[in-house]
């Protein structure tokens, strides 16, 4: 009986960790799409909403404003991009596909990462690894933001 109750147990436990952890529907997400690959001198922050429409499906949508030198080599700032991401869970594991720029070729971004939460679900960190398939290019990405 004690080996039944502590197996009963330890099932309830995991079965509410991995409830817990679960990206459901209705979920959103806001945050920042990536803070990494910058200089701390040109740090800048794109803003990214998100929204599960479904169990384990979240789509994004991120604003960032690139910046291009002027004759005198001072970053003025360029277009305003809108980018389009999506990502399918696997428990805290996610698959990526994103694009920085709906209007330009910048190429398919392809990538698989993890969401580290904190224990209420509120925040959370998302490390990816990404491919470009136009400049064919891998890099290390980090998001981070809210999950309510």
Known sequence: MKSFILFFSLMAGIATTTLAQQNTQGDWYIGTGDIS???W????LSPTVGYAFTDNL???????QGATPDSTG???AGDL???VHVRYFFDD???YVGTQNLGDDSGLNVGVGKLFTTERNN???DP???FNTEDKTTNLRVGFGLKF
């Open 37 to 39: 690959n910058t200089s």
């Open 41 to 44: 001198t040109e740090w800048a």
């Open 58 to 64: 979240v789509t994004d949508l991120s604003l960032n």
């Open 74 to 76: 001072t970053p003025v």
């Open 81 to 83: 991009n809108i980018g």
């Open 93 to 95: 594991f996610f698959g």
């Open 123 to 125: 925040l959370y960190l």
């Open 128 to 130: 990816r690894v990404v």
